[in-house]
Every structure is written in C-alpha cells, then in structure tokens.
C-alpha cells in the first residue's frame, strides 16, 4: 500500500464511527455453526405449506408476474395490517421487515445533534440508529427487582424540553415485559409534556403467553405516535422480510420518501403471502401454532430454571419467545457465550443489551432440540466461577 492510500485509509477509519450491530454480527457470524442455536428472538418459523395449503391458491401465487410491487405495499396487504394494528390503511407503509421501518422513521425524526430517550434494554437497534444518527441518547433502565417495570418519575426526568422522542420496544426484547396502561400513559404524558414523538416498536405484539388477549397497541394514545411491526414474530414468518410503519400522515409520508431511497419497495411475492397470512382463518392457524410452541417452550424453560439449584434465574416474560436468563457466575456474558459457544450451543449474551450476567434465550422450538440444549447450558455454567455473595452486578 502506497503512503498517500495508506494516509487516506487511516482517515477514513477514523471518521467511521459507525456502530455495529453487534447483536445481528454476532449471530450471522456463528449461527451457522451451532449444534443448538437459541439465538433468535422468534418462534421457530413456519414452513409455506402453513400458509398455502390450498392447491388453487398455490397456483395463482405461481401465476404472479415477478414485478415491483406498490411503493408503500398493496392495498389488501394494507388493509389487513391495520385491522391487526387498529389503524387505517391510509397511515400503514409496508417495509422490508421492521428493521427497515424502525431506521427511515429515526431518521425522519431525529437530526444529527438531536435528543432522544430510549428505554432500555430493548432492541439494540433502536438506540444503534440513533447513535448513528448522530443523536444525543439518554437511558431509561427498566428495573429487573421490580420485574422489568418501568419508572415513570425516571422517565419524567430523562425527558427534556428539546427531546424529539421516546423509544420503546413493548412487548420487550429481551425481557418479555409487557407494559401496563398506567406505564403506557407515562410514556405519553413523558412525550406530550414537550411535545416529542413516541416510537413504539411492537413487532412482538401477539406472542403473549399469559392470557388476556393481545397487547395494546401505544397508536392512537397521541397525535405523535408512531408504531412498527412484522410478519417476524407472532406469525412466524421472518423470511418473508414484511414489516409495517404506522404513523400520522406528516410522518409516514416523509418515511416513504427515505423508503423509496432504501428498499424502493417491499418484494411482490413476499406481499402475496404475507396478505395470505393475515387473511383471518390462516391468521388463527398462524397465531395457534406460535402460541402452543410459546408455552411448551415456556414451561420447560421455567421448569430448567426450578431445577437448576440457583445456578440460573428468571423473571418470567409475559410476551415473546425469549427468556432474560440471570446467570449466577462470576463471568462477563460475552465470555459465558463465547463459552457456551464452544459446547456447540448459540445464544445472545447480555451485553449486546448493556446487561451483565444475563442470557437472552429462545424457548419456542421443539422440545426434542431445547432440552438437551439447556441440558448442555448448565453443564457449561458449573464448570464456571460463582459470583461472589456480596456482588449485585445486574447492569
């Protein structure tokens, strides 16, 4: 390399302060490895035999001509995400999953040197876009002693009179907490109070496992909200990459022009199926099948956590396939991954959420595979160093 590419390259380095996703690095980089990969943050996913089974309609999917698809995502395909999400297909923009959506709305929010509060831990994107961005962050932590609740006088304080918007994830990744009504009118009156946005990311809306129904949806609780979901989670249908922005029509407009510079629009095919799957009786046959691999996944995953003599705790989520799993040993969790990693088992270790000796772990797989996967995590916690009895790391 030549002295003046050399100098050129240095520079460059330095003005790329870019944050990794480390989360998604992290994963893509070992997952293909993995004997048992407990990694994601979804059930296991559905085949397209779940969705298509009706040999006519197989067809007339086969007859598709292979186009661009409507910028902002087809009528019917609108229409159905906002009978899910209770909004109208007017304030719906269909993007190439949630992630898409969760970036072009940041970025239409917020400018470089802008004010953001992100509740924290919550998906690490979120606060990524931000960072890079250029946006100046505060935290709010949920409080795990108090079951992952939010602290609505914390909130109140984090809030500044130039804070452009508050950043949510509810149902929580990776906690499975789902915020009450009394935390949900924080959120707004915290954001109303300055006049910023709330963003609310509820791609895990409908992966709840303690009854009651699905959890609310922040649209519609302000004239600034914005709201994203996915295919991804309760319909067990990442690979079809479709996810959806909600917002006022100021907002989604000026996402869809960020959109259009993005992804252009969402695959055609993809939009075929997904429409399928919201249609309402495979709908219900997509939730059903979540929901019954959440709570066999959830009760082993609670019954290898009573079983295992304080080596492990958990704070039982009330949504999403993952469990935050506390570790009693000493170690830093990328170490404990990285150890775990070595015995051929994949999760996400809790740094890549700015938490210390936790474990986000996937339980909504088949039995056959969790168990000797959980089997093969507690062989590999023994074989660590305890914590020390005076030590209260937890963030």
Not at 4 to 30: M, N
Not at 189 to 202: I, K, Q
Request: aromatic residues 6%.
């Amino acid at each position: 390399m030549t002295g003046h590419v050399a100098r050129d390259q240095a520079r460059d380095d330095a003005r790329d302060s870019f944050v990794p996703f480390a989360l998604v690095e992290w994963q893509s980089r070992h997952e293909p490895s993995a004997e048992y990969s407990l990694a994601d943050s979804g059930c296991r996913p559905a085949r397209l035999v779940d969705v298509v089974a009706d040999p006519d309609e197989l067809q007339r999917l086969l007859a598709i001509e292979q186009g661009y698809g409507a910028i902002a995502g087809a009528g019917p395909l609108r229409e159905l995400i906002a009978e899910w999400q209770r909004a109208r297909a007017a304030d719906v923009l269909v993007t190439v999953g949630g992630t898409e959506a969760n970036a072009i709305v940041l970025d239409a929010l917020v400018e470089p040197g802008g004010h953001a509060v992100v509740v924290e831990p919550g998906y690490p994107q979120l606060i990524g876009c931000l960072r890079n961005r250029g946006a100046r962050v505060d935290t709010v932590a949920l409080d795990p002693a108090r079951g992952w609740r939010l602290d609505a006088e914390l909130l109140g304080r984090a809030v500044r009179p130039d804070t452009r918007v508050i950043v949510v994830t509810n149902p929580n990744n990776p906690t499975g907490a789902v915020l009450g009504d009394a935390e949900m009118a924080s959120v707004v009156a915290a954001a109303e109070r300055v006049g910023a946005w709330v963003l609310a990311d509820e791609v895990h809306r409908g992966t709840e496992v303690h009854g009651g129904g699905v959890t609310p949806t922040f649209w519609k609780r302000y004239d600034r909200v914005a709201c994203v979901g996915s295919m991804s989670k309760a319909f067990g249908l990442p690979g079809l990459r479709i996810g959806w922005l909600i917002a006022p029509p100021e907002l989604r407009a000026r996402a869809e022009r960020r959109h259009e510079y993005a992804t252009i629009a969402p695959a055609k095919l993809a939009s075929h199926l997904a429409e399928r799957a919201l249609t309402a009786p495979v709908r219900q046959r997509l939730l059903d099948r979540t929901h019954a691999l959440l709570q066999a996944g959830r009760t082993a995953l609670r019954a290898w956590v009573d079983a295992s003599e304080g080596l492990v705790s958990l704070i039982d989520p009330q949504a999403t396939a993952v469990g935050f799993v506390r570790y009693h040993r000493a170690q830093a969790s990328l170490d404990v991954a990285e150890a775990l990693r070595s015995a051929g088992v994949l999760v996400i270790p809790g740094a890549h959420f700015g938490v210390e000796q936790h474990l986000r772990i996937t339980h909504a797989v088949e039995l056959s595979y969790l168990t000797p996967a959980l089997q093969r995590i507690s062989s590999v916690l023994r074989g660590l160093a305890p914590m020390n009895p005076t030590s209260q790391t937890t963030r």
